[in-house]
Each structure stands twice: as structure tokens, then as C-alpha cells.
């Protein structure tokens, strides 16, 4: 997640080890040309997890096979050529687990969509095998937590392959104001795929880079606010963030519980359909998932409807269009095609409240991460290597060079002199977030117009990657949701200069049915994703 310009932008991109540390990317390798950057044809390119079910089913694959053609596909684009450096970790045991799962099938049959389907989770969500969990920082190098988080969880019950984890802006993009997303201490900056010298977004930037770049089936990654939608969008890609309570938080290294979510990120809306299935489930140690009882869905792909879009009423929130002349220009032409799709388009449908809760937002999480990433750590044991955000600052200073060569920890030592969640000011931050972007923010909205749901841009093509300067958002959708833990889907809507951008659909809390059908309804009729051609810039003419 990102905080930088929390004033200012709407996006907010705001994790067996490989044989060595990923080095830190140098300057020059993000825009320098070379004859290994174009790789080679890919068998899977592009390819769903219903074909890759298809083809295990008929014997064309296994999932010892696509595991293995996933890991081939990682050191030729990952580590080599193009280099974008989306995986901070492999999983040493995924060819054992995709043999057991291949045994499982001739023996029983497919659990079901996900059995034997190679998938990438984020660095911040614990599992308990042999890879690290360590939010991209070098102070929790070692850490491996005594049972997998719920998602992980759920992902194996479902027969997936947990390929490895991915690269993320470190601690999930709170540790400073002057960040650049994409870039941690252990893992080195991701680079995106569309073009290697701009910004992956952040901060489940390497799950972004690795979808896109077709590294995997799909993945897993978390929002706090823009974490999932930012990286989706800017990588051309279907991402979710799910009504929060819907998909468990236990086991994930937290920022702050009244807005963090893990999410699917994929190619299709079908494909992050069947992931947000296995995801979603009521879990004891998260006590927000309650909430989701009676509401959640036991199959989320049954919303997926061609004709979806035919009577809905969507609000075009026209507070966040402005920031790029040729993304409004084409939110044009797509609101135009969503009208003949048989939608009525309410426009404008703008939430009263937008700008208004950013300074009890930061509030909020800056309380929230003291007292949640204490809570994670403590659970950790007596061998947690940092067990406190207090020692993490330490440690971030006694290991400057490393940890702190490009921006600082502002944001962690804001929130270590924070209180505790019985202080004043903090519960008035609250009342006040879920107010004004509840009440009198996207339910006064669609309430008002009568409405389905919101559209909006998710946000603008990706800027260059800066480490001097950090991040410079340009604009977009993201924090009205975010901070009322309503859901928010984006898909594919089209590119400036070749970068991608995203269409946000988004609504009341627990309607992402609706939304899946609104967004697959989309998708059927534009498709738009274009697969990346690992440019070492983009093309201005």
C-alpha cells in the first residue's frame, strides 16, 4: 500500500530460497536493452485455469507438468531477460506436492477447478512449509510461522500448488511516505512486464508482474487501500478486493484490520471467480468473517453471465476522471459500449463525500498497524527475529544500507508513538472513516440513484520507477471502498503508450456477485487484456 501522496491521488498502491539473495536492481537495469529481455514462446501463455483443468483431465498435463513449465518460465523471464524480478521465493516442495496431487487424482478424481493449478501468494501470508514469511524485510529473515495463514490454507484444501511467493513493496507500503512501490529490502524492485522501466504498482506488485507475465495460473494479494486494484490495473489484469470479512486475515502480516483483505489477482474474471471461491469461508481467528455468514457465496462462478450488464443501473463517479486526457477519452468509448451492453448509466453519480476522510484514514492505520503488527509478531514465538514494530525501526537503522538505501521509516515511527485502540482520537478517526465512506459516502451515492453499483477508472498507466523521488501517482479509484471495506473488481479496459489501465466496478458491502457479472459482462464484450512484450520502455509514438 501506499501512502505518499495520501492527499493528493485516489490509487493507493497502496512479499527452498532462490540460490542467493535477489540483488537489488540497478538503475541502468531497469531501462537498459538486451538481446535476453524478449523470451522465448510460452506454451501457457494466456491459458485459464479451466483449459489448464481441461488438459490434466484429458492427460495433455499434469500438475507435475505445469508446475514444472511454471518454474521453467520463472528462471527464463524472472531471473533472466527480462528480469522483472516478481518471486522472492520458491516453493522447494511444489514438484512433491503437484506428484501427491497428480496421485490424488487417478486415485479419487479433481477436487475441484484448482487441483494440480500452480499458484503465487504474496510474501505476507504465512505458510508453514519451508519458505520464509517476511513482508519483503530482512528482519524477519527465518521467520517461518507455525501454521499456514487460513488463505493458505484454503488454497491447499482446494488442491492448488503453492508455486512460491511473491515480491512486494516492503511491509506492504507503510513503512514510508517516500517509498517506491515494488521494492523491498530482501527481494530488490519488481519491474513491470508491459515496460521494464515503469512501476509495477504497489503493494502486491510482484503478484501483479507474475500473472501478467504468465509466471502462474494466478495469485493472492492483499489491500489495505489500491493493493490489489493499483497492481491489477496497472498490469492489466482482473483483480478482487473483497468485502472485508468475506476472505480471512489470520496468518497475514497485517497493516490494519479495519481495512486489510487478501484478494485474487488473474487474467480472467472467471479465473479470479474460482480463486475468490476457495478463499472465501468463516474462520474462528478472524472474527470479522462473521460478519460474511449467510452472505458469502459457495460459488462465485455462477455470476458469471454474458448478459450480466443488461438492467443494471451504474453511477459514473466522475471525481476520479481527469488525471490523463487518453484514459478519459477511452472511459468514453467504454462507458458508451457498457450503455449498448443494456446497462443504464447514471452520470454523474459522485460520492459527496471523496477527499473528505483521507486524514483519518492515515489516522487509522497508523494506530491500527502498531497494535496488529505487535499482535502478528508476539504469535511468532520466543524465536520471531523482530518481536515488535519498535525493534523492526531498530533494526531498520543498524541495517540502514541495506533496509534504508532509497527512503526511510517515517510512517513506522509515527505509528510506534501512536496509542493504544482505547485512545480518543483514534476511535473518533474511526467513526469518522466509516461515516463518510459509508453512510454518507457510497451508500448515500447509490442510495440517491438508485443504484447497482459504481464505475470509475482504477487508475492511470504506470509512471516511471524513481528512487530518488519515489512514487508520483497520477490518479484513479481505490479509497472510498477501501476504507469503507466494501468490495471493488478491476478489469482490463484498455492502454495509453502500451500501459495498462483498469475500470473500476464497485458497490455495497458482500455484492460482489453482482459485480462479478457486471465485470465478466465487460470483459466478454471488450477483451482487452494484451499480453506483455517485456519492453525495456514504452513506446511514445
Known amino acids: 500500500?501506499?501512502?505518499?501522496?495520501?492527499?493528493?491521488?485516489?490509487?493507493?498502491?497502496?512479499?527452498?530460497?532462490?540460490?542467493?539473495?535477489?540483488?537489488?536492481?540497478?538503475?541502468?537495469?531497469?531501462?537498459?536493452?538486451?538481446?535476453?529481455?524478449?523470451?522465448?514462446?510460452?506454451?501457457?501463455?494466456?491459458?485459464?485455469?479451466?483449459?489448464?483443468?481441461?488438459?490434466?483431465?484429458?492427460?495433455?498435463?499434469?500438475?507435475?507438468?505445469?508446475?514444472?513449465?511454471?518454474?521453467?518460465?520463472?528462471?527464463?523471464?524472472?531471473?533472466?531477460?527480462?528480469?522483472?524480478?516478481?518471486?522472492?521465493?520458491?516453493?522447494?516442495?511444489?514438484?512433491?506436492?503437484?506428484?501427491?496431487?497428480?496421485?490424488?487424482?487417478?486415485?479419487?478424481?479433481?477436487?475441484?477447478?484448482?487441483?494440480?493449478?500452480?499458484?503465487?501468494?504474496?510474501?505476507?501470508?504465512?505458510?508453514?512449509?519451508?519458505?520464509?514469511?517476511?513482508?519483503?524485510?530482512?528482519?524477519?529473515?527465518?521467520?517461518?510461522?507455525?501454521?499456514?495463514?487460513?488463505?493458505?490454507?484454503?488454497?491447499?484444501?482446494?488442491?492448488?500448488?503453492?508455486?512460491?511467493?511473491?515480491?512486494?513493496?516492503?511491509?506492504?507500503?507503510?513503512?514510508?511516505?517516500?517509498?517506491?512501490?515494488?521494492?523491498?529490502?530482501?527481494?530488490?524492485?519488481?519491474?513491470?512486464?508491459?515496460?521494464?522501466?515503469?512501476?509495477?504498482?504497489?503493494?502486491?506488485?510482484?503478484?501483479?508482474?507474475?500473472?501478467?507475465?504468465?509466471?502462474?495460473?494466478?495469485?493472492?494479494?492483499?489491500?489495505?487501500?489500491?493493493?490489489?486494484?493499483?497492481?491489477?490495473?496497472?498490469?492489466?489484469?482482473?483483480?478482487?478486493?473483497?468485502?472485508?470479512?468475506?476472505?480471512?486475515?489470520?496468518?497475514?502480516?497485517?497493516?490494519?484490520?479495519?481495512?486489510?483483505?487478501?484478494?485474487?489477482?488473474?487474467?480472467?474474471?472467471?479465473?479470479?471467480?474460482?480463486?475468490?471461491?476457495?478463499?472465501?469461508?468463516?474462520?474462528?481467528?478472524?472474527?470479522?468473517?462473521?460478519?460474511?455468514?449467510?452472505?458469502?457465496?459457495?460459488?462465485?462462478?455462477?455470476?458469471?453471465?454474458?448478459?450480466?450488464?443488461?438492467?443494471?443501473?451504474?453511477?459514473v463517479v466522475r471525481k476520479y476522471f481527469g488525471f490523463n486526457d487518453q484514459v478519459d477519452k477511452q472511459m468514453e468509448t467504454l462507458i458508451r459500449e457498457i450503455k449498448k451492453l443494456g446497462a443504464v448509466v447514471i452520470d454523474p453519480a459522485e460520492i459527496p463525500t471523496a477527499g473528505k476522510f483521507d486524514d483519518s484514514e492515515l489516522e487509522v492505520l497508523l494506530y491500527e498497524l502498531k497494535a496488529d503488527l505487535n499482535a502478528y509478531l508476539a504469535k511468532l514465538g520466543p524465536k520471531a527475529p523482530v518481536r515488535s514494530l519498535k525493534e523492526i525501526i531498530e533494526f531498520n537503522e543498524k541495517n540502514r544500507d541495506k533496509e534504508m538505501p532509497y527512503f526511510g521509516q517515517d510512517l513506522f515511527i509515527k505509528a510506534e508513538a501512536k496509542g493504544p485502540l482505547t485512545d480518543k482520537k483514534y476511535l473518533q478517526a474511526l467513526g469518522k472513516n466509516h461515516l463518510l465512506s459509508r453512510r454518507q459516502g457510497i451508500d448515500l451515492a447509490m442510495r440517491k440513484k438508485q443504484l447497482d453499483a459504481l464505475i470509475a477508472p482504477t487508475g492511470g498507466p504506470a509512471w516511471p520507477t524513481d528512487w530518488i523521488n519515489g512514487d508520483h501517482f497520477t490518479g484513479g479509484y481505490s479509497s472510498a471502498s477501501a476504507v469503507a471495506g466494501y468490495p471493488h473488481i478491476t478489469v482490463p479496459a484498455g492502454y495509453v503508450f502500451g500501459l495498462p489501465f483498469g475500470i473500476s466496478f464497485f458497490g455495497a458491502p458482500f455484492s460482489e456477485p453482482k459485480l462479478i457479472k457486471y465485470a465478466y459482462a465487460f470483459e466478454q464484450a471488450t477483451r482487452v487484456r494484451q499480453t506483455p512484450k517485456f519492453l525495456p520502455a514504452a513506446v511514445l509514438k
Open 1 to 315: 500500500m501506499k501512502r505518499r501522496n495520501f492527499l493528493q491521488a485516489s490509487v493507493l498502491g497502496c512479499a527452498v530460497v532462490i540460490s542467493k539473495p535477489v540483488k537489488v536492481v540497478a538503475i541502468e537495469d531497469l531501462s537498459g536493452k538486451s538481446e535476453r529481455e524478449l523470451p522465448s514462446a510460452f506454451e501457457l501463455d494466456e491459458v485459464t485455469i479451466n483449459e489448464l483443468q481441461e488438459g490434466m483431465r484429458t492427460g495433455k498435463f499434469s500438475g507435475r507438468s505445469l508446475t514444472k513449465k511454471y518454474l521453467e518460465r520463472i528462471e527464463d523471464v524472472d531471473k533472466n531477460g527480462p528480469a522483472i524480478n516478481s518471486i522472492i521465493e520458491l516453493n522447494p516442495d511444489a514438484l512433491a506436492i503437484a506428484d501427491s496431487l497428480d496421485r490424488e487424482r487417478k486415485a479419487k478424481g479433481a477436487r475441484g477447478p484448482l487441483h494440480g493449478i500452480p499458484i503465487l501468494i504474496k510474501d505476507n501470508i504465512d505458510t508453514a512449509d519451508r519458505m520464509m514469511t517476511t513482508a519483503g524485510s530482512l528482519a524477519l529473515l527465518g521467520s517461518i510461522p507455525f501454521q499456514d495463514a487460513f488463505v493458505a490454507k484454503k488454497l491447499r484444501e482446494a488442491g492448488a500448488v503453492i508455486l512460491g511467493k511473491t515480491n512486494l513493496s516492503e511491509w506492504a507500503n507503510i513503512r514510508s511516505n517516500h517509498s517506491t512501490s515494488g521494492w523491498s529490502g530482501r527481494g530488490g524492485q519488481t519491474k513491470n512486464p508491459y515496460a521494464l522501466d515503469r512501476n509495477p504498482c504497489g503493494s502486491s506488485s510482484g503478484s501483479g508482474a507474475a500473472v501478467a507475465a504468465n509466471l502462474c495460473a494466478a495469485a493472492i494479494g492483499t489491500e489495505t487501500d489500491g493493493s490489489v486494484v493499483c497492481p491489477s490495473s496497472a498490469n492489466s489484469l482482473v483483480g478482487i478486493k473483497p468485502t472485508v470479512g468475506l476472505v480471512s486475515r489470520s496468518g497475514i502480516i497485517p497493516i490494519a484490520h479495519s481495512q486489510d483483505t487478501a484478494g485474487p489477482m488473474a487474467r480472467t474474471v472467471t479465473d479470479a471467480a474460482i480463486l475468490l471461491t476457495a478463499l472465501a469461508g468463516v474462520d474462528p481467528s478472524d472474527s470479522a468473517t462473521g460478519a460474511s455468514q449467510g452472505k458469502s457465496q459457495s460459488d462465485y462462478t455462477r455470476s458469471l453471465d454474458r448478459d450480466g450488464l443488461r438492467g443494471a443501473r451504474l453511477g
